[in-house]
């Protein structure tokens, strides 16, 4: 196969055990969104959003929570999109069945200043990730089953102009995960002709 025309692992994962709409589903997609970016442009570890619209679906808007660390990010999204983001999550791989339930774990979400309770959400069947070669998930391209237990909020979409997020989450025994977003909604640009 020419070297031009591969598909990348993701793009070959069979379809996932939820309708992609539902909460599962949702969660697993997201999974897969973070698992699609290499190191470089991991959503997880940026610092200042400026990767948060790489390989984003056009249905949905994701945003990344962190990995422990405190981080304020700010990003443009498209007018029209619902939000999904954890408060607080973790995936297991290779997974045989449903993941483990945590007890601790406690999660916000404030949306210009507006509390918001997370729902939450666990794949009880195990989902495939195929991700970029030393993704932030599975750390490699060769297809795994994963699953994933956490914290999550679909936040519908926000009017257009600038929006403030924050999401916290704990695992109860040390873990905190803190996020803000600065938000910037706005119509998608035109194509010049």
């Given at each position: 196969?020419?070297?031009?025309?591969?598909?990348?692992?993701?793009?070959?994962?069979?379809?996932?055990?939820?309708?992609?709409?539902?909460?599962?589903?949702?969660?697993?997609?997201?999974?897969?969104?973070?698992?699609?970016?290499?190191?470089?442009?991991n959503p997880?570890?940026?610092?200042?959003?400026?990767?948060?619209?790489?390989?984003?679906?056009?249905?949905?808007?994701?945003?990344?929570?962190?990995?422990?660390?405190?981080?304020?990010?700010?990003?443009?999204?498209?007018?029209?999109?619902?939000?999904?983001?954890?408060?607080?999550?973790?995936?297991?791989?290779?997974a045989a069945?449903?993941?483990?339930?945590?007890?601790?774990?406690?999660?916000?979400?404030?949306?210009?200043?507006?509390?918001?309770?997370?729902?939450?959400?666990?794949?009880?069947?195990?989902?495939?990730?195929?991700?970029?070669?030393?993704?932030?998930?599975?750390?490699?391209?060769?297809?795994?089953?994963?699953?994933?237990?956490?914290?999550?909020?679909?936040?519908?979409?926000?009017?257009?102009?600038?929006?403030?997020?924050?999401?916290?989450?704990t695992d109860?025994?040390?873990?905190?995960?803190?996020?803000?977003?600065?938000?910037?909604?706005?119509?998608?640009?035109?194509?010049?002709?």
């Amino acid at each position: 196969m020419p070297f031009l025309t591969r598909k990348s692992p993701a793009d070959q994962a069979p379809p996932l055990p939820y309708h992609p709409q539902s909460p599962e589903g949702l969660a697993a997609r997201w999974v897969q969104w973070v698992a699609a970016a290499g190191p470089v442009k991991n959503p997880v570890e940026d610092e200042t959003g400026e990767h948060a619209a790489h390989n984003q679906p056009e249905d949905v808007w994701f945003l990344a929570g962190t990995s422990g660390k405190r981080m304020q990010r700010q990003c443009v999204v498209p007018v029209g999109r619902d939000l999904f983001l954890p408060a607080f999550c973790f995936w297991e791989w290779p997974a045989a069945g449903p993941p483990n339930v945590l007890e601790g774990p406690t999660g916000s979400l404030v949306v210009d200043e507006v509390s918001v309770e997370p729902d939450e959400i666990s794949t009880p069947v195990p989902f495939t990730v195929a991700g970029a070669r030393l993704n932030g998930v599975t750390g490699r391209r060769k297809p795994v089953p994963v699953t994933v237990w956490g914290l999550w909020k679909r936040v519908p979409a926000l009017p257009a102009g600038e929006h403030h997020l924050r999401a916290v989450g704990t695992d109860g025994y040390g873990f905190t995960a803190d996020i803000s977003y600065r938000l910037l909604v706005t119509p998608a640009p035109q194509p010049i002709w």
